[in-house]
């Protein structure tokens, strides 16, 4: 089972940073940004670096990239189409591991054409970036968004816990099953894009 650790190191707009770690100490950081000593005061004892992932290139998510390499020199994984150096260009329903636990790498566009959401494959978690927040979803191209909350997002177990790209909810992480019921934003998404055409008016 792989131990996450949630990071407010702050960066650009309330910024969160995590810390994947398996069994026998394989570790992964996800948008490495902010207060860069959070995340090496968090690593626990003998880590084994293996990527730095990246939900998306925009530059509040990744401004950490150069620190932590000097202290975790680890392969940089993301989508295709980043905007930015990576090691590892990912494709969608790709497979990492992490020591013997999966991670599945899913495509999302919406928010951005490189948006990457990271699904641990026990179904305990979900690393959504700006594509969903805990009460909101990230500004996007409304079409490509819909159709990967309905089509990627939604169908995954409620069970996952979401992690976000930030902390705009009313508390920094929750399952998938609250959120299809309380978010108003992936409330529509069963019904109509019409439906969440309207939700849209309302982000802000």
Known sequence: MILVTQLKTGGFDSNFSYILTGENGETAIIDPCGDISMIRNSLVENYIPKYI????????HISGIQSVLQFFPAKIAACQFANCKIDIPLNHKDILSLDSDKINCLHAPGHTEDSMIYHLSDDSAIFTGDTLFIDYIGFCRAKEMYNTLKNILYPLNDSNIIYSGHDYGHKPF????????????????PVSFEKFKQALVNLS
């Open 53 to 60: 992932l990246l939900t998306h290139s925009h530059h509040d």
């Open 174 to 189: 929750g399952t998938l099953g609250e959120e299809k019921n309380s978010n108003p934003f992936l409330t529509p998404i």
